[in-house]
T-cell receptor, first 108, second 114 residues
Framework: GQSLEQPSEVTAVEGAIVQINCTYQTSGFYGLSWYQQHDGGAPTFLSYNALDGLEETGRFSSFLSRSDSYGYLLLQELQMKDSASYFC?????????FGKGTMLLVSP | DGGITQSPKYLFRKEGQNVTLSCEQNLNHDAMYWYRQDPGQGLRLIYY???????QKGDIAEGYSVSREKKESFPLTVTSAQKNPTAFYLC?????????????FGPGTRLTVL
């Protein structure tokens, strides 16, 4: 089976940098994905790491260490609109297994 | 515009009734998925389908059924056997199951069983 751990809530102020960590235990691992979900909305894809290292997409970066079964999502220059839930998800051969999500609260 | 539609957005049913949730996509994706989300929880996989007329159980399939008669459509039936059906249901699709890094989600259906 698969299990993922991520903090339930993180708070930060506008303009700051925040890191959301994710550790996982899995029997089959193809990569780690990150999704954003605003309250009551549809999750949207942010990033995917199949190999160790950092992937950068604008203000968002994602990191993976396969040997440590660990990844993180880094959000820079935080904006109020970044207030949302962020989910890490392990990609197996055919499916995704999601963590319980981290609620990010950005204050002025 | 390509995307995934789910209807209705809100659905109310009496306990003991079966209910079918609609999911349609025009992205020409082979793979489709159904997830359930409870408050403060992540997404849990109910069923997924890799091709027409084929589907597999996910982690929490008990009390649910699906069909995949057309590539574009993947309806989910919540049966009376589902003990706690009140939840937010999300449909998703991807180009294929293996090798596809991104899933595209519909807006969801919030089901309340009274």
């Amino acid at each position: 089976g698969q299990s993922l751990e991520q903090p339930s809530e993180v708070t930060a102020v506008e303009g700051a940098i925040v890191q959301i960590n994710c550790t996982y235990q899995t029997s089959g691992f193809y990569g780690l994905s990150w999704y954003q979900q605003h309250d009551g909305g549809a999750p949207t894809f942010l990033s995917y790491n199949a190999l160790d290292g950092l992937e950068e997409t604008g203000r968002f970066s994602s990191f993976l260490s396969r040997s440590d079964s660990y990844g993180y999502l880094l959000l820079q220059e935080l904006q109020m609109k970044d207030s949302a839930s962020y989910f890490c998800a392990v990609r197996g051969y055919s499916t995704l297994t999601f963590g319980k999500g981290t609620m990010l609260l950005v204050s002025p | 515009d390509g995307g995934i539609t789910q209807s209705p957005k809100y659905l109310f049913r009496k306990e003991g009734q079966n209910v079918t949730l609609s999911c349609e996509q025009n992205l020409n994706h082979d793979a489709m998925y159904w997830y359930r989300q409870d408050p403060g929880q992540g997404l849990r996989l109910i069923y997924y389908s890799q091709i027409v007329n084929d589907f597999q159980k996910g982690d929490i399939a008990e009390g649910y059924s699906v069909s995949r008669e057309k590539k574009e459509s993947f309806p989910l039936t919540v049966t009376s056997a589902q003990k706690n059906p009140t939840a937010f249901y999300l449909c998703a699709s991807s180009l294929r199951t293996s090798g596809s890094n991104e899933q595209f989600f519909g807006p969801g259906t919030r089901l309340t069983v009274l």
